[in-house]
């Protein structure tokens, strides 16, 4: 008996009108639902913005879409309810392409990290997992400046 995959929730934020290839997108991530991946599309700039407020107690600057990857790392708190029952959440974008995911990352690969970013030396947007745990979920704040960051009207990295 095989046993079932960890499971793994993707969030990715697009505010705006869904891109025209946005079905072939789908199509392309849809691979990876029977090795444990799911995606959570947020595309609401308003319930995010109030997201960010409720959960941070912060503002967020609705000038610039591109600004919610300065919150990431924070997903795990914003999206706490949504993360339950997976043992990974992460983020990523809709210009990602997925292929043998799966080949890469393994049970045994995951078993072995907390975090994992397609950069060597920092935490990358278009594909990072982040293990659910309340330690990993909080880590952002751990920068002293994750604050003055986040309320920064232009995007900081």
Partial sequence: MTPEPT???????????????????RENIRRLEPHGYDVLLDTDI??????VHRFLGIEFPREDGRKVCDYRAAFGVLYADEIKGYDFW??????????????????????????????????SGPWSLYRNTHQINLLYNHDPSWRVNMENPHTTG
């Fill in 7 to 25: 499971r793994k929730l993707l969030l990715c934020q697009w505010f705006g009108p869904l891109p025209q290839w946005f079905d072939l997108w």
């Fill in 46 to 51: 308003d319930e995010f913005a109030e997201r």
């Fill in 90 to 123: 992460g983020h990523t974008d809709l210009d990602m392409l997925y292929g043998r995911v799966e080949r890469w990352v393994t049970e045994a690969f995951l078993a072995g990290l907390d975090l994992h970013s397609n950069h060597p030396t920092y935490v």
